[in-house]
C-alpha cells in the first residue's frame, strides 16, 4: 500500500506509481492510497521521489487484502 499526502488526486497517485514501475491493484478509503504491486521489488528512494509518504507492505501478512465477497465500495475503475 502506497500512501501519498493527502490531497493527492488518483490520477496522480497512480501516474506516479506506474512512473516508478508499480502497478495499481485497488484504491483505498481515499484517493491518496492506493494498493500497489511492483513485480522487480521497490525501492523507497524511488517512491519517496514519485511523493510517497508511507509504504506500508502485505507480505506475510492479509492486513491490507480484503477475502470477504462483494465488491470493494471505495474501488475506482482504472
Same mark, same amino acid.
Given at each position: 500500500?502506497?500512501?501519498?499526502?493527502?490531497?493527492?488526486?488518483?490520477? +496522480? @497517485? @497512480?501516474? =506516479?506509481?506506474?512512473?516508478? &514501475? &508499480?502497478?495499481? #491493484?485497488? +484504491?483505498? @478509503?481515499?484517493? /491518496?492510497? !492506493?494498493?500497489? $504491486?511492483?513485480?522487480?521489488? *521497490? %525501492? *523507497? %528512494?524511488? !517512491? =519517496?521521489?514519485?511523493?510517497?509518504? !508511507?509504504?506500508? %507492505?502485505?507480505? &506475510? %501478512? +492479509?492486513?491490507? #487484502?480484503?477475502? =470477504?465477497?462483494?465488491? /470493494?465500495?471505495? @474501488? $475506482?475503475?482504472?
Amino acid at each position: 500500500m502506497a500512501i501519498f499526502p493527502f490531497g493527492t488526486s488518483f490520477e +496522480t @497517485a @497512480a501516474t =506516479r506509481i506506474s512512473d516508478a &514501475g &508499480g502497478y495499481v #491493484i485497488d +484504491t483505498g @478509503a481515499f484517493d /491518496n492510497i !492506493l494498493i500497489t $504491486k511492483f513485480d522487480q521489488g *521497490w %525501492s *523507497w %528512494s524511488n !517512491l =519517496r521521489e514519485a511523493g510517497v509518504v !508511507l509504504v506500508l %507492505s502485505a507480505q &506475510g %501478512s +492479509t492486513t491490507c #487484502i480484503d477475502n =470477504r465477497k462483494g465488491t /470493494n465500495p471505495f @474501488a $475506482k475503475e482504472i
